[in-house]
């Protein structure tokens, strides 16, 4: 049976140098609690992702939430944040600066002035405005082995977090760190798994040969696909491994294979459909000691960096921290704003350690504010 104490071993055993222990700790005791919550409360399809264990977890425990992956959860809760009496949604409005206490604390944020004038809304504020992935100064300056990586996501993760809380002495923590991949499709942007090399696929360039060792880290791996003809590779596999990851992915069976994928019964048909010189990709599927089969799946994919692990310090109870460790009153940090539990390094990851990031100090923040109004 799962418990807190076997969710944090994983934790330590894949990300040993995470120094966050206290995070760590509040963070494992919200799994069970998040899971239960989403479902009852908030009328989210959650879904045991495989009755094996994977993705560096030493059993059963992740979780899926819709065919849509991440745009599934974010309906929902927005659903259910605007059927509270308690909660307004405001959209299109865009936050101009924190207002801050004569001692140093936070006491609410002003909105970019309008042909209203200026408008305060007062309270703690929660910052959940994304990293700064999208943002290549603030990659430059704090990641530089990522610069010659694109990305191709969304636009929203600008560093607004950073810029925001820079005034106050927020303390950025594991600022170099960040996901990368090298499967990133196009021309559709969506990402494979690392599953699918984990069930021996193969990388080839546009002159149908391979290039790389695919099973070496995800950095080196992204770059070297980077430094192909194009800045692109071409991910082939077969039924057999297509139907093994499909059976413990929803979102890879559903919206992620359909979208991104050729399909072809032969390898003259797959190289017709990727455009690539059969002659030698026949080689070197023939060659390829691994073994792949007939029917064939092909991907157009390149390296690509999908988001930054680093973010704004914070506390067990997600509140941010200055650069001397102390929490700054009324100021809280969650999701892609707040550093994460994977640590200071791009080349290790345990599967779900980002939701668990985001949404265990969303929770934390809001049972800490509830806290606080009820004391006070």
Not at 151 to 172: H, I, N, S
Request: net charge negative; glycine share 12%; proline share 5%.
């Amino acid at each position: 049976m799962d418990a807190p104490d076997r969710l944090r071993a994983d934790i330590d055993a894949v990300l040993p140098d995470h120094g966050e222990a206290a995070l760590a700790d509040a963070l494992v005791a919200q799994g069970a609690p998040l899971v239960e919550w989403l479902a009852d409360r908030c009328d989210v399809q959650v879904h045991l992702q495989s009755t094996t264990a994977q993705g560096g977890h030493g059993i059963a425990r992740l979780h899926s939430v819709g065919d849509q992956g991440g745009a599934s959860l974010i309906a929902a809760l927005t659903r259910a944040a605007a059927h509270h009496t308690h909660i307004r949604v405001r959209t299109a409005t865009d936050v101009d600066r924190l207002v801050p206490t004569d001692d140093g604390g936070v006491a609410g944020v002003a909105l970019r002035p309008d042909r209203r004038g200026n408008t305060l809304i007062n309270g703690p504020v929660v910052i959940a405005c994304g990293g700064y992935v999208a943002d290549d100064e603030l990659v430059v300056k704090y990641a530089p082995e990522l610069k010659d990586l694109p990305y191709f996501g969304p636009a929203g993760a600008k560093g607004d977090a950073l810029r925001l809380t820079g005034p106050l002495g927020a303390a950025v923590r594991h600022g170099a760190a960040g996901q990368v991949t090298a499967f990133l499709a196009q021309p559709s942007h969506l990402a494979l798994t690392s599953a699918v090399l984990a069930h021996v696929a193969i990388l080839v360039n546009q002159r149908g040969a391979r290039f790389t060792d695919e099973l070496q880290a995800t950095l080196p791996l992204a770059l070297a696909v980077r430094g192909q003809p194009g800045r692109v590779g071409y991910l082939l596999f077969d039924e057999r491994i297509a139907s093994a990851v499909a059976a413990h992915d929803p979102f890879f069976a559903r919206v992620v294979l359909p979208r991104t994928s050729r399909r072809a019964s032969s390898i003259g048909m797959l190289a017709k459909q990727l455009e690539l010189p059969e002659g030698a990709l026949r080689e070197t599927i023939e060659g390829y000691t691994g073994g792949i089969a007939e029917p064939y799946y092909g991907v157009r994919v390149t390296g690509a960096r999908r988001a930054m692990r680093g973010g704004l310090a914070v506390d067990a109870g997600a509140r941010v921290l200055d650069a001397s460790g102390n929490a700054i009153a009324g100021l809280f940090a969650v999701g892609g704003a707040a550093a994460s539990l994977s640590g200071p390094r791009t080349d290790r990851e345990l599967e779900g350690i980002d939701a668990l990031s985001g949404l265990g100090l969303a929770r934390l923040a809001a049972l800490g504010m509830a806290t606080a109004s009820d004391d006070g």
